[in-house]
């Protein structure tokens, strides 16, 4: 198979360059410096053991040749950037007729759970992942993986349920590629476990590493209630500690931790627009509908926004306005 990295970013990135090194034939989707840097120089992947530089196809779009009928489109941008990306991508013909939407599996490499139900819409063939990949990407042609002894576990199935041969094959390509990739029928249990500890991400952002203990446990418990009133299942924080063992750890990587999650990257980037607000929406709407408004959760969402526009930087936040 082939695949086309739509946003090689952090996750993207990693994803990418590692497929790459395995062998497998990879094309990567930037835009602006980033993408410059690609084409350029590579893509630099930095990791605890080794820095390996993939120089892969860089593209910015969709225009070209029709695509290989063997493509797997593997989307890997922030949420709020899903809905533009599958947009533009759906309708790229393929090879021997019908388009991308028609005939192409497209996997969400993402965090939260409200692309698959919009990839639907334009795809046929939608394979979920839910992503445990500690990287950074803060500079242009370059990604920081701190995962170790693997680079992440990438758990994959089908939307809404189920796994099929896609799923297996893709599963064996992340294999080989370094990485724990177990299939699940139930993976979209996994990624609402995964957008329970998201919320912690918004308040690294806005707070710095010291969140107060207090303060996390009170917004994944309103993030708990609002699934349970829904009655929406999530894997538990100890079914997924149990999962993930000692596979998938944080190491140092040139002498330096990780400074921050995607949210605290994307304000760090001056990106405009943070993920944490669209995938915390879905917490926040389903408490809405269900008479549990999870208060914090939405004070979390509109400094988020705030942070995002203004420009402000990671961890501006005062601990004490959060302890009400």
């Known amino acids: ?10 996750v ?8 790459a090194e395995a062998g497998r034939d990879v094309t990567l989707v930037a835009r602006g410096a980033h993408l410059d840097a690609l084409r350029e120089r590579g893509l630099t992947l930095r990791t605890p053991d080794r820095d390996v530089t993939g120089r ?35 309708d790229a013909p393929v090879e021997g007729g019908g388009t991308a939407g028609e005939r192409l599996p497209v996997v969400l490499a993402q965090n939260g759970v409200a692309n698959e139900p919009a ?19 803060l500079e242009p042609g370059v990604v920081v993986a701190s995962g170790h002894p693997h680079p992440g576990m990438l758990h994959i199935g089908r939307y809404p349920s189920g796994a099929d ?44 590493r010291d969140v107060p203990e207090s303060l996390s446990k009170r917004v994944r418990a309103e993030g708990e209630a609002a699934l349970a009133a829904a009655g929406i299942a999530h894997t538990t924080v100890e079914e997924e500690a149990a999962e993930r063992g000692d596979l998938v ?3 140092p990587v040139g002498g330096e931790e990780r400074s921050g999650g995607s949210t605290w990257q994307s304000l760090a980037r001056g990106a405009g627009s943070v993920e944490t607000i669209t995938s915390t929406a879905r917490s926040c709407c389903s408490g809405a509908c269900t008479a ?33």
């Open 1 to 10: 198979m082939r695949y086309v990295i739509i946003g090689a970013g952090a």
């Open 12 to 19: 993207g990135g990693t994803i990418g360059v590692l497929l």
């Open 56 to 90: 892969l196809p860089a593209v910015a779009g969709p225009d070209g040749p029709p695509l290989p009928a063997d493509t797997v489109l593997v989307l890997t941008v922030k949420s709020q950037d899903t809905v533009g990306a599958l947009t533009a991508w759906a």
């Open 119 to 137: 990839a639907l819409r334009l795809f046929a063939r939608v394979h979920p992942v839910c992503v445990w990949l500690p990287a950074t990407h």
């Open 165 to 208: 041969d896609t799923s297996r094959a893709v599963a064996a390509d992340l294999t080989a590629a370094g990485f724990v990739a177990p299939v699940r029928d139930d993976v979209m249990r996994w990624k609402y476990g995964k957008l329970l500890a998201n919320l912690g991400n918004g308040l690294q952002a806005l707070l710095g």
């Open 249 to 251: 750890s944080h190491r």
């Open 292 to 324: 549990c408004p999870p208060r914090p959760t939405r004070r979390c969402r509109s400094r988020y926004a705030g942070r995002s526009v203004t420009g402000f930087p990671p961890a501006a936040s005062r601990c004490a306005s959060w302890r009400k």
